[in-house]
Every structure is written in C-alpha cells, then in structure tokens.
C-alpha cells in the first residue's frame, strides 16, 4: 500500500516522528531493526531523559514503540536497501519488497562503518547487502555472509536452507573482497574464504548509498531548522544529524521532522 510518510529508523528519533505524523492525520509506516540490535537497548540505566528517569533502554525503548502504534503507526521490521523518487512518490526497497509514500523521515543513527576494499566495487557483481533479497540467484553455490547483527545469522540461515555453502564471518574488523569481474573471494580478519556471493550484513546502510546525492558533511546529514534535507521530501532526525548523541535530542528532531513531513504531504495533497 502506499503510505503518506515512510520513517526509516525504530530509534527515539524515528517513533516521535512517527507519533507526530499520525498527531496530524497522516498513514505512516516505521521501518526498523529488531529492537535488540538497537544500541539504546543495551543501556542498563538512562538517567537524563526528563520525566522517565531511572529506566534502562530497554524499557524506554519499549515505551517508545507502544506509544507509537497506540497512535497508530505501523511498525515493520526490515532492513531498506535504497530509495528512488518517481515524480512526487519515493519508493522504497525493505529487503524484497518495495513501498511508496510521499515523504521520507531518515533517522537510522550514526552508520559508522566505512566501506571494505573492493565493496563499491563489486557491488551488484558478486556483493549484495540482502540474502532474502539476492540468494535465489547464488543458490547452490558457494557464499560468504559477513554480518554485524543476530538478523544476520538468520539470513545466512536462508542461506542455506536453498542449499548455498555458507561460511560465516561474525563481526570481523577487517575484510577485502577480491576478484576480476566479479566478486570470487573475502579475506575477513586474514582468514579467506572462495565466494560467488559476498553478503555484508551491517545494521544500516549509509544515507549516501540509499538516498544518492543527499547533502553529508563529516558524515552526517545536513538539515535545515525544518529537519529538511537537500532531497524534496525527505527529511532526517536524530543521530544521523550529529552531535549531540542523546536521547533528548533525537526525540525533538523527530518532533520536527515528523510536523515537517506531515505538512510536506499536505501542500502535495492541495496542488493535487
């Protein structure tokens, strides 16, 4: 179905903006990773968000999403792969599926990783970012997952439940990809494995490689008061936005981004 607002991120940023599109009557979808991968429900104790202190992130996590559907967003967990904007509609990719909307609120956190030595290079030529997504292709046949999630491991899983030989490499430090026309090996951590298919399996995936051309400097997005990017109707919040790093100011962008989202369809929905 085609929503107003699609929310990418399941983070203190991304279900405040969620609340405020829906405060204003608008559908909105939130795309997340499990909450257990998110690093606010590590956190044993949070004791500067005002008004809940004493909570573990966990907790305020789990408050944070039941206000969220009680306002009727839905939640859906998947991981975007990228985004295309066709007239006044983006649609966008979550593992095999794709969904459309008019705004687009990014708030995924901070994607620290930096691309491995061949990644850009063999991307869409033997390394692919979703095993639901791509393994039909390589089924059969010999792969490599390099994950960073528990989800990881469950689509090396997949994996071989279509009969691919998968060799597993959890969380390396380090890994290059190798090959001439196409990816054919992965050297993780010094250790070397022969592969038709290099899976990387992080948590997020950098806004410059799902929204290209979005204005980043120093790695973060850059919005203006509205939480307006350079892209039409796309809007950032939180973390991904830069410092401060705290809850506090994460929920204020989302605040923002989720009013400015919602106004965005608004004039859209008049000059219709």
Not at 29 to 55: C, F, Q, R, T
Not at 78 to 91: E, H, P, S
Not at 118 to 146: H, I, N, P
Request: aromatic share 6%; with cysteine.
């Amino acid at each position: 179905m085609a929503y107003d607002v699609i929310v990418i991120g399941g983070g203190p940023a991304g279900l405040s903006a969620a609340v405020n599109v829906r405060a204003r009557g608008r559908s909105v979808l939130v795309v997340s990773n499990p909450m257990e991968e998110s690093p606010l429900w590590k956190a044993e104790l949070v004791d500067n968000y005002l008004g809940l202190p004493g909570l573990s992130g966990a907790e305020l996590l789990e408050r944070f999403r039941a206000h969220a559907e009680q306002a009727g967003a839905e939640v859906r967990v998947g991981r975007v792969l990228n985004a295309l904007a066709m007239g006044d509609d983006w649609f966008v990719s979550i593992g095999s599926d794709v969904e459309s909307a008019k705004a687009i609120v990014l708030a995924g956190g901070v994607t620290r990783a930096k691309k491995f030595p061949g990644e850009a290079e063999f991307l869409g030529k033997g390394v692919s970012y979703c095993a639901t997504c791509d393994g039909m292709l390589y089924r059969g046949r010999s792969v490599a997952v390099v994950g960073y999630s528990d989800s990881a491991k469950k689509e090396a899983e997949f994996l071989s439940s279509i009969g691919c030989t998968v060799r597993y490499f959890d969380r390396p430090k380090k890994c290059e990809i190798q090959g001439g026309d196409k990816a054919e090996r992965v050297i993780c951590d010094g250790q070397e494995a022969e592969a038709d298919c290099v899976f990387l399996l992080r948590p997020a995936i950098a806004p410059t490689d799902m929204f290209p051309g979005i204005a980043v400097e120093n790695g973060y997005v850059q919005v203006d008061r509205n939480m307006a990017t350079n892209l039409p109707g796309v809007f950032a919040a939180g973390d991904c936005t830069g410092l401060p790093l705290q809850i506090a100011n994460a929920v204020g962008d989302g605040l923002i981004a989720g009013q400015s989202a919602a106004k965005y369809v608004a004039v859209l929905a008049k000059k219709q």
